[in-house]
């Protein structure tokens, strides 16, 4: 399993911003519908959103639709996560992951490379 390479979490309060980046790899991006996770301690990792390669359509959860958008820049292999309007239960460590096909992937299950994670705390 190769490691994607996530940056960009921080402390942030409540109605703020950042930005996530996600670095990878041709091997790890060309061809491949890129997805963000994320975990809270004592949850469950949950899907956030996606970005398919063939037609660059996103899908969000309904928890952070309308606040966060994903991207990617095919010309260098990133991928990212704007969050806007944060609020404290999007406090979680958040993972790039790469899917193992080229459309629509909304599951842990379709998704074959995964980052270390990068943590996001938001204060109230």
């Known amino acids: 399993q190769v490691q994607l390479v996530e940056s960009g979490g921080g402390l942030v309060q409540a109605g703020g911003s950042l930005r996530l980046s996600c670095a990878a790899s041709?091997?790890?991006?060309?061809?491949?519908?890129m997805g963000w996770f994320r975990q809270n301690p004592g949850k469950e990792r949950e899907f956030v959103g996606a970005?398919?390669?063939?037609?660059?359509?996103?899908y969000y959860a309904d928890s952070v639709k309308g606040r966060f958008t994903i991207s990617r820049d095919n010309a260098k292999n990133m991928v990212y996560l704007q969050m806007n309007s944060l609020k404290p239960e999007d406090t979680a460590v958040y993972y790039c992951?790469?899917?193992?096909?080229?459309?629509?992937?909304?599951?842990?299950?379709?998704?074959?490379?995964w980052g270390q994670g990068t943590p996001v705390t938001v204060t109230s």
């Open positions: 992951a790469a899917g193992r096909a080229s459309g629509v992937v909304l599951t842990e299950a379709g998704y074959v490379y």
């Open positions: 041709e091997r790890t991006f060309r061809s491949r519908t």
């Open positions: 970005i398919t390669w063939t037609s660059g359509g996103t």
